[in-house]
């Protein structure tokens, strides 16, 4: 059976934050890095609604829900989004994609979950967990991705708030 994903259009989005796991925290560290940004990707598990709000004072905000946000009913399990013409596919837990990026023609995949920070290619996919900007756990750094989208490609940054 074949479907269509509805999909969200970002032509001339450039400089993207990509987010997860605030747990309803929102850091004032990350003031200074949403100023030049056009657009802000969150990976789930918002925590607060407020989260979002402040966000989008900043730039349009995509985002999924996470495991905890069953509050949230109005977010999305997943979300596919054309920035500058690369297909991102965002959703919570990596483990749950459930097809082949790279025959999708995914160019990124976004998920969250682990609070590690990852960024890396694989067949052609490029697949980022900003990691959390949320409160600490365990010893993992709090950070996020920046992210410039053109037509030649996408350069990611692991940017960190607390190392």
Do not use: W
């Not at 905000?61 to 965002?90: C, F």
């Not at 967990?129 to 991705?145: A, E, H, M, Q």
Request: proline content about 6%; hydrophobic content about 45%.
């Amino acid at each position: 059976m074949l479907f269509a994903l509805a999909m969200l259009e970002y032509p001339n989005a450039k400089n993207v934050a990509i987010l997860g796991d605030t747990h309803g925290l929102f850091r004032p560290e990350l003031t200074e890095h949403l100023g030049n940004v056009d657009l802000i990707l969150h990976s789930g598990d918002v925590g607060q609604l407020t989260v979002l709000h402040r966000l989008k004072q900043y730039a349009p905000v995509v985002a999924v829900q996470g495991n905890v946000d069953d509050h949230l009913k109005d977010l999305p399990e997943t979300e596919l989004v054309s920035i500058r013409g690369h297909l991102v596919y965002v959703l919570h837990v990596l483990a749950n994609l459930d097809l082949d990026a790279a025959v999708a023609g995914f160019a990124m995949v976004v998920s969250g979950h682990s609070h590690q920070p990852l960024i890396r290619k694989a067949k052609g996919v490029l697949y980022v967990n900003p990691g959390s900007v949320g409160p600490r756990r365990f010893k993992l750094p709090v950070c996020f991705v920046k992210a410039d989208f053109s037509e030649a490609g996408i350069e990611t940054k692991l940017v960190q708030l607390i190392p």
